[in-house]
């Protein structure tokens, strides 16, 4: 077909190197379920507006469901030679139906064609995106149901700062992928505009139906400019985006359960099936998963950076540089459904150690904070007077090695009288917990209350 674009034009072949720089076809075959069902929806616009015969019209439609057939089972040969899937499916429509293939790129350029193709391929591509976060999320649920009183240190700057609940922590997680489905959903929402019509970038004089194509593909409504519709990539950016933010947070959940399966911290253990072991050491248990996930966060920023690179000072409205706006979204798009996946099966498998965590909570004078709170409440003093009280008291146990729990209560008495029995209660890191009752806070009953919103939410 190339060829025959250029027989009456060119005098001379194209030269080798120009020919596999040119050639999309071995990684924009991927569009072809998209270029076929949005060729049908051109095809039939093209008959209710008279431009086309229905004879002809019919004769395309079905030739076009017999390619998607070939495809399917894989009976279909790709030739790079022909550029791209657009050129080999219509080199193959014009095989099984002659010169009645040649009708269906009326009022059409291969601009609005792919742009067309790729953002069904993109919306698609979300939307299975949106459904596996939700999965994540009931996972996240799940586990933090089980975890909703389970104590675990919480930590700022990696050092252990105020124990929280384990089921707490998860749900940190919940709120960020539900974010990222928002900004999934925006990205879908943004897209779902139809460029076919567009045509190579002027429109056309034919009395095409723009509104029909756009209903046919469940666009909301057709582009408003025809040189917006067949220039900009932005959707595609939008959505990069958007799982660039999602890998940023899946790689913060598998830093920490790479961090937490360390036998240095021993918190949870990854299943079997999430683990391999070492060629040389038979005592490892490495969590490859948690790491690739961690690794995937890089890949799919840089698929980001990649487009916008393209795309950055292109003059309107199409250029070749474009074709390229292709590879970087299918990594990003499969790299992160991968790891959403890898990482749901290593939040539903993993194995928490309830023992383990509460020992570590208690550490590093974790719940300093609740003692300095119970003295301005019970005696009315300022924070930061509070706050000098305790620190001294943590100098000394800290040179004595030990608790601020295992301090005598003269001794807390010798640095403030103030301080009685009752103080020393609010010490123990399951008090602080079950205190932290504030909105958002990490008690276990809010926990649980979160847990039944997220159950509510996530089910709707
Ligand atoms: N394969 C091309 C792409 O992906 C299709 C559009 C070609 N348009 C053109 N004017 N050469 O961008």
Not at 48 to 53: K, V
Not at 74 to 99: A, C, P, Q, W, Y
Not at 348 to 353: E, W, Y
Request: charged share 25%.
């Amino acid at each position: 077909m190339s060829a025959k674009i250029r027989q009456a034009r060119f005098h001379v072949e194209m030269h080798d190197a120009m020919e596999r720089i040119n050639d999309a076809t071995h990684f924009d075959k991927r569009l072809y379920a998209e270029d076929i069902e949005a060729s049908q929806a051109h095809c039939r616009m093209l008959v209710a507006r008279n431009i086309i015969s229905r004879q002809d019209g019919e004769s395309i439609i079905k030739g076009l469901t017999q390619i998607r057939e070939e495809i399917d089972k894989g009976d279909f040969t790709f030739d790079s030679k022909l550029e791209d899937v657009h050129m080999n499916i219509e080199h193959r429509l014009h095989e099984l139906i002659g010169d009645a293939a040649g009708r269906l790129h009326t009022a059409r350029s291969r601009n609005d064609q792919v742009a067309t193709d790729f953002r069904l391929y993109i919306r698609r591509g979300i939307e299975t995106i949106e459904m596996q976060l939700k999965e994540l999320q009931n996972a996240l649920v799940d586990a933090g149901e089980q975890h909703a009183a389970t104590i675990m240190p919480g930590f700022t700057h990696l050092q252990p700062a105020q124990p929280v609940t384990f089921g707490h922590h998860l749900l940190a997680y919940v709120e960020m992928f539900e974010r990222d489905r928002i900004r999934f959903a925006n990205a879908r929402e943004n897209l779902n505009e139809s460029p076919l019509g567009a045509c190579a970038l002027a429109g056309t004089s034919f009395p095409i139906d723009p509104e029909q194509t756009a209903a046919d593909l469940g666009f909301r409504k057709p582009c408003g400019n025809s040189i917006d519709a067949v220039s900009d990539r932005d959707f595609a950016l939008e959505s990069l985006a958007a799982a660039s933010i999602s890998a940023m947070h899946l790689s913060r959940l598998a830093e920490e359960i790479v961090l937490w399966s360390s036998a240095l911290v021993g918190f949870v253990r990854l299943s079997d099936a999430y683990s391999t072991g070492s060629s040389i050491m038979p005592q490892k248990r490495n969590p490859d998963a948690a790491e690739l996930v961690r690794a995937k966060a890089g890949r799919i920023a840089g698929d980001f950076v990649s487009l916008l690179m393209v795309m950055k000072a292109l003059p309107l409205s199409y250029s070749k540089d474009m074709q390229e706006d292709k590879e970087p979204l299918f990594d990003a798009l499969e790299s992160l459904g991968l790891g959403i996946a890898a990482m749901r099966g290593m939040v539903g498998d993993m194995t928490p150690d309830p023992e383990a965590m509460r020992a570590a909570s208690a550490a590093g004078f974790s719940t300093a904070t609740d003692l300095a709170d119970w003295l301005v409440r019970e005696h009315a003093l300022p924070f930061r007077e509070a706050h000098r009280i305790v620190g001294e008291l943590v100098g000394i146990a800290e040179a004595r090695g030990t608790g601020l729990e295992e301090l005598s209560l003269q001794e807390f008495q010798k640095v403030d009288a103030r301080i009685d029995e009752s103080a020393l209660k609010i010490l123990s890191v399951e008090d602080s917990v079950a205190s932290r009752t504030s909105p958002g806070g990490t008690s276990p009953g809010n926990v649980a209350a979160a847990i039944a919103r997220w159950r509510k939410h996530l089910r709707a």
